[in-house]
């Protein structure tokens, strides 16, 4: 985390671009807390609000498009083959289907907020074959409001940027247990419904 931090630090906009780029990617980058930083940089003046929200959009927008690229073209193929190096396991990625298969695009905009699902949603729908215009209406307004969130948490903040960023990064993993139950028992009540 701490060169994470020295590289938003020292290159600003374009480290704050990159990381989320990659972040969402699925590489193992701590984007919450990037996004937490920069409010804090912006909040002391280090770093323009208007730029930094252009590329933190922008980021957030190339890496959920380069998974839905990947899921595209490539399909589950490729994601069954080099999906270890992003963290996509065969047990994330069924979670995420069947997720999909109910809740369809509304996954792509809330599953920025979920631990281990905003990797996936994209590569998902790239694998349904969900149309483009779809997929962008709901993956970039959901990517907006995503970073909206935590750089205005560590706008307001401020010095206690480290504090929020913590309590943010356990609070998710907390709220993405909850989501994911209650999915799998909403699945089991239609299934069993189903069954009779």
Same mark, same amino acid.
């Given at each position: 985390m701490d060169l994470i931090i020295q590289w938003v630090t020292q290159y600003g906009y374009a480290a704050i671009f990159a990381l989320l780029m990659f972040g969402i990617?699925?590489?193992? +980058?701590?984007d919450e807390s990037i996004l937490v930083y920069a409010g804090f940089l912006v909040s002391q003046g280090h770093l323009k609000l208007v730029p930094v929200l252009?590329?933190?959009f922008l980021g957030s927008a190339c890496g959920i498009s380069a998974s839905y690229?990947?899921?595209r073209t490539l399909g589950l193929g490729f994601i069954h083959k080099f999906g270890g190096y992003l963290h996509v396991t065969e047990a994330r990625l069924d979670v995420v289907h069947q997720w999909f298969a109910r809740i369809g695009h509304w996954a792509l905009f809330v599953g920025y907020? +979920?631990?281990g699902v905003r990797h996936f949603?994209?590569?998902v729908a790239g694998t349904s074959h969900l149309e483009y215009r779809s997929f962008a209406a709901y993956a970039y307004s959901g990517a907006f409001v995503w970073v909206c969130t935590f750089l205005g948490l560590g706008y307001f903040f401020g010095e206690h940027w480290k504090d929020?960023?913590?309590i943010a990064r356990r609070n998710l993993h907390w709220i993405s247990l909850v989501v994911l139950v209650l999915t799998a028992v909403y699945g089991l009540y239609r299934w069993l419904k189903r069954a009779r």
């Open positions: 990617v699925g590489l193992p +980058i701590p252009i590329v933190a690229t990947i899921g907020y +979920i631990a949603t994209a590569v929020v960023a913590e």
